[in-house]
């Protein structure tokens, strides 16, 4: 396997993505990438596979991206940069372009993956890292080449975004250092935070409230399950872009030690986990086709499958992940 550095030396027409509805650590990493690969005279196009969150668009503003338009729509490109995601499926259609054309790929992340079903040319990977933005700036002055002020904001929108404003568990040491850097060197944490968490509609805190509505408490009530459909979203009058807030609502209570959120997105159940201090929720993804982090992770079911069916799945296997309470130290 070459490296990272040689792979990204001898390449001229990088496209950079994004996974499935971009996050602000995908995006951020991205952003840092592809400016600073553009500062080094590469052609760089930024694709991402769909639209991410509106809450973004002011990343867009400034680092204007595409998003990937079906089969065929990929530039000429001698690398394809992949950030916050190792598995080229989180890309949906545009990983299996990618696929099928063959071309060389690089992975920048932090998630735990098999390297016997994922193959990459070259890996720039640290399951240690609090976000995949810090790895980009990593990998770019590697290259010799500083991050614009521009990709200092990215940077910080990735591991804040990532680690929660720095209250998660993958907030460590290393993390607080790169958030007081970068703001030492000129990001302004309260525009930012306005920038992605102020700008909610009126009907966010009616689609929590609904969304809330429904908890059911598992196992002695190391467990919480939450839910909501479409339907009663829309009778609600409630929007639910994020559900972050809610998983943290649901993981503060003392007796909760994993937190599951089931939701509607384009006619699929999606599932998100959170755990507090010991549960690897990534492994109770992966048993349904998803994945993520110890503490957070995520799945989306098959078609077909509806909520109510996730939930009697998922009450299942939550009682029985937690019902053992945690491995003897
Ligand atoms: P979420 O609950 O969507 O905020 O996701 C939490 C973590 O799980 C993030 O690190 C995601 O990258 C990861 N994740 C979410 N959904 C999936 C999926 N379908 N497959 C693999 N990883 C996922
Ligand atoms: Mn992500
Ligand atoms: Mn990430």
Redesign the pocket.
């Known amino acids: 396997m070459s490296t990272s550095l040689d792979l990204i030396r001898a390449s001229e027409r990088i496209v950079v993505a994004g ?1 499935l509805r971009a ?1 602000g650590d995908s995006l951020g990493a991205a952003i840092v990438l592809a400016r600073g690969l553009r500062a080094m005279g590469k052609q760089v196009e930024l694709i991402l596979p769909d639209p991410p969150d509106s809450r973004y668009s002011f990343l867009e503003r400034r680092t204007p991206w595409s998003i990937y338009s079906g089969k065929g729509s990929l530039p000429d490109h001698d690398l394809v940069i992949v950030c ?2 190792s ?1 080229l499926d ?1 890309l949906g259609a545009m990983g299996t372009e990618i696929e099928i054309l063959g071309s060389k790929r690089l992975v920048v992340d932090h ?1 735990p993956f098999d390297r016997a079903v994922h193959r990459w040319d070259a890996e720039y990977h640290d399951v240690t890292a609090a976000a995949t933005g810090l790895l980009a700036v990593d990998l770019l002055r590697e290259l010799g080449e500083e991050p614009d002020k521009i990709a200092l904001e990215a940077a910080f929108v990735a591991l804040m975004t990532d680690t929660g404003w720095l209250k998660y568990s993958n907030a460590d040491a290393r993390a607080f250092a790169a958030a007081a850097d970068l703001v030492g060197r000129g990001v302004d944490p309260d525009s930012v935070y306005r920038d992605i968490y102020q700008q909610t509609s009126a009907g966010t805190p009616r689609g929590i409230g609904a969304a809330l509505a429904s908890t059911e408490y598992l196992a002695d009530g190391k467990a919480v399950l939450g839910w909501i459909d479409g339907a009663t979203l829309r009778t609600a009058q409630g929007e639910l872009v994020d559900t ?1 807030e809610i998983l943290d609502i649901l993981r503060a209570v003392q007796s909760v030690e994993v937190v599951a959120f089931l939701s509607e997105r384009g006619g699929r159940v999606k599932v ?2 959170r755990s507090k201090t010991w549960l690897d929720v990534n492994q109770g ?1 992966r048993q349904i086709g ?4 110890a503490r ?5 079911f098959p078609e077909g499958v509806s909520i109510v069916d996730a939930r009697e799945q998922l009450s299942e296997l939550l009682e029985a992940a937690v019902s053992a309470g945690p491995p003897a130290a």
Do not use: E, I, N, V
Request: with cysteine; proline share 0%.
């Open positions: 996974h996050d916050d995601c598995q989180r998630h972050d998100s986990f993804a998803g994945g993520g982090h957070a992770a995520g799945a989306t």
